[in-house]
């Protein structure tokens, strides 16, 4: 009995971890575009900073908005985080919008 008890907490340990990590793993590459923005906008190279915007909002942030609301139950200790981050992202891609001129 006991051994069969380790085998499931172990599972939920594993579950919890994974469901973390994957949205971590969103997460950062959501920053990493955001830089590549940043440094589009700085060299002028505003066609590119709108290619990663469309990027950002339409496969990133949705993708970490679905995980997170399918799964981030998994992971109560950070989901609410993660949802902090995808606001504020959207956030700065509105930002981003005004400054290209994309309305």
Same mark, same amino acid.
């Given at each position: 009995? =006991?051994?069969?008890?380790?085998?499931?907490?172990?599972?939920?340990?594993?579950?919890?971890?994974?469901?973390?990590?994957?949205?971590?793993?969103?997460?950062?590459?959501?920053?990493?575009?955001?830089?590549?923005?940043?440094?589009?906008?700085?060299? !002028?190279?505003?066609?590119?900073?709108?290619?990663? &915007?469309?990027? &950002?909002?339409?496969? &990133?942030?949705?993708?970490?908005?679905?995980?997170?609301?399918?799964?981030?139950? &998994?992971?109560?200790?950070?989901?609410?985080?993660?949802?902090?981050? =995808?606001? =504020?992202?959207? !956030?700065?891609?509105?930002?981003?919008?005004?400054?290209?001129?994309?309305?």
């Amino acid at each position: 009995m =006991a051994m069969v008890l380790m085998v499931i907490i172990k599972g939920v340990q594993w579950l919890i971890t994974a469901v973390t990590i994957y949205q971590f793993i969103i997460e950062e590459s959501i920053q990493t575009v955001q830089m590549g923005i940043y440094i589009c906008m700085q060299h !002028n190279e505003y066609e590119e900073a709108r290619k990663l &915007l469309r990027y &950002l909002e339409s496969d &990133l942030i949705s993708g970490l908005w679905d995980f997170n609301r399918s799964w981030g139950w &998994l992971a109560p200790h950070c989901s609410g985080a993660f949802r902090d981050f =995808a606001r =504020a992202t959207e !956030n700065s891609v509105n930002v981003y919008k005004k400054l290209l001129g994309i309305y």
